[in-house]
């Protein structure tokens, strides 16, 4: 963790990758310093960074998370009781092979007036998460998807055909179930 605080990555950088990172905690310059951030990508590392309040990130792909089996608020990086903005610009979200990963956190009915969440969002895919139980619903309601690509994700997968698609999608929006 020292040698990863330590770096001083330059701040106008747009892309950001991390590999087999197995620190318990993320450096603090990724949220603090590295604002023009338009692309991240975590891969195979043991916990996942705040960050929700990267201003302008747009794209942000997730994989292999062999430990994550719970995606909570923490990971939207949304502290106090004011009103909040996480993942401001995000368009795409793709989240693949996180084989442990059983519950993703909605936001809560009192929150929904005072936080937004990723109201940019167009496109959502979920691959190879076989033990995640159910899609944010409240979140999606939120969202302007344009599509959601759900594959290797059975328990998924079944509450779409089982319910007809969650309600709370758009109609405009295009779901792929494989």
Not at 137 to 149: A, M, N, S
Request: glycine share 6%; proline share 7%.
């Amino acid at each position: 963790m020292d040698v990863m605080e330590a770096l001083q990555p330059p701040p106008n950088l747009l892309g950001l990758s991390f590999e087999g990172y197995v620190g318990i905690e993320f450096p603090r310059w990724i949220t603090m310093s590295l604002n023009n951030l338009k692309f991240v990508n975590i891969d195979n590392c043991s916990s996942l960074p705040p960050l929700g309040n990267l201003e302008f990130l747009e794209n942000l792909h997730i994989s292999d998370m062999e430990n994550m089996k719970y995606l909570g608020h923490e990971f939207l990086g949304i502290t106090g009781d004011g009103r909040a903005i996480a993942f401001p610009k995000l368009k795409s979200l793709i989240l693949v092979y996180c084989e442990e990963w059983t519950e993703w956190e909605d936001i809560r009915e009192e929150e929904e007036d005072v936080v937004s969440i990723m109201p940019c969002l167009r496109e959502l895919i979920v691959f190879g998460c076989p033990k995640l139980k159910a899609l944010p619903q409240r979140l999606l309601r939120r969202t302007p998807l344009d599509v959601l690509d759900i594959a290797c994700s059975d328990l998924l997968i079944e509450q779409f055909k089982s319910r007809g698609g969650y309600e709370v999608l758009s109609p405009t929006c295009q779901v792929i179930t494989e």
